[in-house]
């Protein structure tokens, strides 16, 4: 079962610690400065309820935008969200294979690259569907 809490270190989180047998806990963050203080928090506090703090992830860490005033959205011409949000899917399916690789579960360098394909995949099939969401909502607010 994964459990996703709500950001930071409040009694919600120390009480579902504390009356939940967890196994383990991964920590989300986004690339900003400002997120790694809740990141140490949030280890400290896992730490203090003797919860082993397996693994951060930087949500987002392989977004880039063609231009500052980019804002990411469509125009409603079908475009790729992957490529109207700056996807660089080489990019992150190396990353997804280095990764891969350190993990170590993974022996055959085809299955590695193969999970890897998967996961961009994923990523840009959620892409797609939040694109398609925000188009709708824009669409039933005209």
Known sequence: LILDMPPGTGDIQLTLTQKLDIDAAVIVTTPQELSFVDVERGVEMFDTVEVPCVA???????????SEDDSGESDGDGTNAGAVLGL???QLKLKFVEAL?????LKDDDKVTDVASDLVELVQANLEQQQQQQQQQQQQQQ
């Open 101 to 105: 690789k350190q993990d170590g579960l």
């Open 56 to 66: 951060v992830v930087e949500n987002m860490a392989y977004l880039e935008r063609e």
């Open 88 to 90: 660089d899917e080489e």
